[in-house]
């Protein structure tokens, strides 16, 4: 026989942020993996019905709005979104980060129960790409001296 698996302990160990939060402003979060230290610097139990702060409190400023629309467009058309923002952090970083998620419906009433999903830190990505897009932007500008 074999031995049992603990999905619970495969949760709480991956690198990224799962949660389960009401569709509210504040998102709201009921559950918050582990993984929300490493991507946040905040423990888990801080964001759990907003006990020391709400996870829109940690969305940027220049985010917060569009983060808002997606998932609302998302909602109402009931398909997942797919999501990339950044957060600051509890040392008052910066990080990118990717998020997919969808949302849960009651059987009966077809309401929106929760919205359920992850998220996880694409920093390294988005600094490449950046990197690649300056890259790109500086040989444009060498090719454009030479016709001249």
Known sequence: MGETIDFQSIIQTLPLMIYRCKN???WTMEFVSEGAFCLTGRKPSD???NKRLAYADIIHPDHKEIVWEKVQYAVENRIAFHLTYMIITAEGGEKWVMEEGYGLYSKDTRELIAIEGYITDISKQKAKEFELFDRVQYLEKQ???REV
């Open 24 to 26: 509210d402003r504040n």
């Open 47 to 49: 964001f759990i019905n």
């Open 143 to 145: 090719l454009k001296n």
